[in-house]
């Protein structure tokens, strides 16, 4: 995507081979109109699969998720990273390990918010190691729904999620693909 592409060349920073700082448009600051952008353009590519909610993972995904649920006219799902509930034993859950972050979590979905036979599209806002992609996908997966695709906002590819998610069959949709990255050095795929 043209527009995301040329926004990571202005406004991302590189700051290291492996951490591209985005905080001025997606992280931090969001520049909704560019959102709004990103949302269309999920909605446009999953067109045809027959989507029934859109579901992404607090809080970065939530922006261009809203944007893609809105496009689609389905309802949008948060998955949550903490257990703060009063009916912790009725969620569905699964244990995530972030390799960027350095730290576990439990990702949890309430099963009012999904249904057996839904077919969810998963958007986040980075694909890195796929483990988050992954742990999303289970918890559908748990409900009895179909992962019908996934969508990233920006994917570096030189990490091994993009790998992971194809060879458990997902479809998957990245705007940008970030071959390398450096001090001052930013690639496409
Ligand atoms: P993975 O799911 O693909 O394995 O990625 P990982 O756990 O390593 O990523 C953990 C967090 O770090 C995620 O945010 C992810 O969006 C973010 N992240 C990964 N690589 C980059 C990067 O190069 N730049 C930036 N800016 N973020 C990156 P999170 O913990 O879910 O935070 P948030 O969504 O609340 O912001």
Redesign the pocket.
């Known amino acids: 995507m043209e527009l995301l592409k040329n926004k990571i060349i202005a406004q991302g920073i590189a700051i290291n081979e492996?951490?591209?700082?985005?905080?001025s448009f997606?992280?931090h600051q969001v520049d909704v109109p560019l959102m709004q952008e990103v949302g269309l353009e999920f909605a446009k590519y999953f067109r045809d699969q027959g989507i029934t909610r859109v579901m992404t993972?607090?809080?970065?995904?939530i922006c261009p998720a809203a944007f893609t649920a809105l496009a689609l006219g389905v309802p949008l799902v948060i998955m949550k990273?903490q257990l703060s509930c009063i009916h912790c034993e009725e969620l569905l859950s699964t244990p995530?390990?972030?390799?960027?972050?350095n730290k576990d979590y439990t990702l949890t979905l309430s099963p009012n918010y999904i249904q057996y036979g839904d077919r969810v599209l998963i958007i986040?806002?980075?694909?890195?190691?796929?483990?988050?992609?992954l742990g999303a996908c289970r918890l559908v997966e748990a409900a009895k729904a179909t992962v019908s695709g996934i969508g990233i906002v920006?994917e570096?590819s030189f990490?091994p999620?993009r790998t992971l998610l194809q060879e458990k069959g997902y479809q998957l949709y990245s705007l940008a693909r970030i071959s390398k990255?450096g001090h001052g050095v930013i690639e496409f795929a």
């Open positions: 492996k951490v591209l700082k985005v905080d997606l992280n993972i607090e809080s970065s995904g990273k995530v390990h972030s390799f960027t972050k986040d806002d980075f694909l890195a190691n796929g483990e988050a992609a920006i570096k990490q999620g990255l």
